[in-house]
């Protein structure tokens, strides 16, 4: 079956760095996404990895290695308007898109 | 602004109403899916629409039943439901055939409650 593991719940400190990791299994792999989800609201696309590598935007980074199965966010200098859900999700071979349940980041002062 | 809005944004409903929730996306997209997601679990697709044409659906009871009349709308047509149907529903839309990536955009969904 396939498959996208990654943490419940994670906590850390304004200002300080966070990696969220995300391994998966799928049939096939034609890319990977990671959203971004505050309560009660929309996903919002932050990042998309296709290719073997390190993918920076502004304080948001996404690494990917596909030999590994295995991806993960970095949020560098945290803001409390970070604490959120990251929701990892990769397209298969079918261009399906199959999703991890998402990792609660909380932040605290 | 992520461009896809969805009403009504909140919904109580008895398990014998009918209701209907509604997607509209100004993006210029031409695919249209919904989404349940329930807490902790991960996103369940339901329907796909390509061109107006439904090219997915995932084994999702007949009480739910969608309906794209144009490549800017999307329903979800809701009839004697279950409370384990309590959930957030939520609409994406995506450009396909683009080359690129093809994201998906998300509306702020649709908070169901079925009493």
């Known amino acids: 079956g396939q498959n996208i593991d990654q943490p419940t719940e994670m906590t850390a400190t304004e200002g300080a760095i966070v990696q969220i990791n995300c391994t998966y299994q799928t049939s096939g792999f034609n890319g990977l996404f990671w959203y971004q989800q505050h309560a009660g609201e929309a996903p919002t696309f932050l990042s998309y990895n296709v290719l073997d590598g390190l993918e920076e935007k502004g304080r948001f980074s996404s690494f990917l290695s596909r030999s590994k199965g295995y991806s993960y966010l970095l949020l560098k200098e945290l803001q409390m308007k970070d604490s959120a859900s990251y929701l990892c999700?990769?397209?298969?071979?079918?261009?399906?898109?199959?999703w991890g349940a998402g990792t609660k980041l909380i932040i605290k002062p | 602004e992520t461009g896809v809005t969805q009403t009504p944004r909140h919904l109580v409903m008895g398990m014998t109403n009918k209701k209907s929730l509604k997607c509209e996306q100004h993006?210029?997209?031409?695919?249209m899916y919904w989404y349940k997601q329930s807490a902790k679990k991960p996103l369940e697709l339901m329907f796909v629409?390509?061109?107006?044409?439904?090219?997915e659906n995932n084994s999702v009871p007949s009480r739910f039943s969608p309906e794209c009349p144009n490549s800017s709308h999307l329903f979800l047509h809701l009839h004697t439901l279950q409370p384990e149907d309590s959930a957030l529903y939520l609409c994406?839309?995506?450009?396909?055939?683009?080359?690129?990536?093809?994201?998906?955009?998300f509306g702020p969904g649709t908070r169901l409650l079925v009493l």
């Open positions: 999700a990769v397209r298969d071979s079918n261009y399906q898109l199959i």
């Open positions: 993006l210029g997209h031409n695919a």
């Open positions: 629409y390509s061109l107006e044409e439904r090219v």
């Open positions: 994406a839309s995506s450009l396909e055939g683009s080359g690129t990536q093809e994201t998906q955009y």
